[in-house]
């Protein structure tokens, strides 16, 4: 963090299904900056796994052509400078990736970039292994720093599947557009669908 000049990071691993593990958060503006991603389907650190390369975005407020509108818009508001987003590699596969923020906008250079992939190079077994082994626990702990793996997420896109007979990337989508529309966190509604406070009727969806 101190070595290349950021403000926080996010580490997330992505599962061969597209199951989002978040496995390390440094401050909650990285925190929720990662959520929004997650429950936006869209953002810098998603299009970094697409493309296999980072996404340099040294200044949010100039942004003028977007891939990911909506993130650009809630990221500036939360007072985001500038992200970077790099892909994490395990030989040839990508398993996950490495946002980094500021508050600020902050240029760079070869230097930056290769510390950065560096970094992300370092983190990936470490993040993959830590990923696995919340995943075989019945819970894991949350703090700022390490929020929870969205485990109850992967169970509400399951009760959904089963209430509306949908596929899984349709059923979280569908989770995806209650959470969106009614301007709640993804976290809180798979929560309610997990503890059946929600429930998805297949007669009025």
């Given at each position: ?5 950021v403000?926080g990071?996010?580490i997330s ?6 199951n989002?593990s ?8 990285a ?7 997650f429950?936006l ?11 296999r390369?980072?996404?340099?975005c ?6 003028s ?5 909506v993130?650009?818009?809630?990221a ?6 500038a992200?970077?987003?790099f ?5 040839t ?10 508050t ?15 970094l ?10 830590r ?15 390490s929020?929870a793996?969205?485990?109850?997420v ?8 089963s209430?509306l007979a949908?596929s899984?990337p ?6 995806q557009?209650h959470a969106f529309?009614t ?7 798979a929560?309610d669908i997990?503890?059946r406070?929600l429930e998805f ?5």
């Amino acid at each position: 963090m101190t070595a290349l000049d950021v403000s926080g990071a996010a580490i997330s691993v992505i599962g061969e299904h597209g199951n989002q593990s978040t496995v390390c958060v440094s401050g909650r503006l990285a925190g929720r900056l990662d959520a929004l991603q997650f429950e936006l389907g869209e953002g810098p650190g998603l299009q970094a796994l697409t493309t296999r390369s980072p996404v340099l975005c040294s200044d949010l407020a100039h942004v003028s052509d977007s891939a990911w509108p909506v993130f650009l818009g809630a990221a500036r508001e939360l007072g985001v400078g500038a992200i970077f987003s790099f892909p994490m590699m395990l030989g040839t596969a990508v398993v996950g990736v490495v946002d980094l923020i500021t508050t600020t906008p902050r240029p760079v250079d070869a230097e930056f970039i290769s510390r950065a992939q560096a970094l992300t190079r370092d983190v990936a077994l470490t993040a993959v292994e830590r990923a696995l082994s919340a995943a075989q626990q019945h819970s894991s702990p949350e703090s700022d720093q390490s929020p929870a793996l969205r485990r109850e997420v992967h169970q509400a896109t399951g009760i959904i599947i089963s209430q509306l007979a949908l596929s899984a990337p349709d059923a979280f989508a569908r989770l995806q557009a209650h959470a969106f529309s009614t301007g709640r966190s993804i976290d809180d509604v798979a929560r309610d669908i997990v503890t059946r406070v929600l429930e998805f009727d297949p007669l009025t969806e």
